[in-house]
């Protein structure tokens, strides 16, 4: 099982105050979040993966490997038209180049990160075109493992608000934002156990 460090303490501090969320992490024991591959290909995966299925992007995916080491420098270079080969559409080659440009320039500079907050990081990583708010908060809680990411443009978190906590009603963003205050700082956690509920099969982004 995989946590960050933060996880065990979190975990304790949301039982405590919301009976709700500790039946939720009793219900759930095997939970945990790990970061996988670099910066990079994470969001050239999230890109690929825009709109089609698990199983398309693979092998999108598994074509982009194929022609080319994927690092920024290769997708920078490589022409539109040998991105569409791979079975990209002609936007998501654009996304994918401007993506890659905006490491070639340092534009984004993961190295960074960690001394910036959540929101300059989201800042930075929409300036990217294709990536919107939601892929970079995935981004802050799959990659970056940030505890306190609060996505509440996420139809599942919305889902399973309303359930656990409006009595299956439907809610709204801005409520969910107001709601989502009780369990600063560990919002990340709280999003874990409440996706948890409607997909028992753990997500990995």
Not at 40 to 55: C, D, H, N
Not at 124 to 146: K, Q, Y
Not at 190 to 195: I, P
Request: hydrophobic fraction near 45%.
């Amino acid at each position: 099982m995989n946590r960050p460090h933060y996880w065990a303490a979190a975990c304790k501090d949301l039982s405590r105050s919301d009976p709700v969320m500790a039946r939720l992490i009793l219900d759930y024991p095997e939970a945990g979040l790990r970061s996988r591959g670099n910066a990079f290909e994470t969001l050239l995966r999230a890109i690929v993966g825009q709109q089609i299925s698990v199983k398309a992007a693979d092998a999108v995916w598994a074509r982009i490997c194929s022609a080319t080491p994927v690092q920024p420098e290769n997708i920078a270079s490589m022409p539109v038209e040998g991105l569409r080969a791979c079975g990209l559409s002609r936007m998501k080659a654009e996304y994918a180049t401007d993506l890659a440009a905006h490491f070639v320039e340092n534009r984004i500079r993961p190295r960074r990160w960690a001394r910036m907050d959540d929101e300059a990081i989201i800042a930075e990583l929409i300036d990217v075109r294709g990536i919107g708010r939601w892929t970079a908060e995935m981004f802050l809680i799959f990659h970056l493992l940030r505890p306190n990411v609060w996505p509440v443009d996420d139809l599942g978190l919305l889902k399973a608000i309303g359930l656990h906590y409006a009595g299956g009603e439907k809610i709204t963003g801005s409520l969910a934002k107001t709601l989502g205050e009780r369990w600063q700082p560990w919002r990340t956690v709280a999003t874990w156990y409440l996706w948890r509920s409607l997909d028992p099969v753990t997500v990995e982004y």
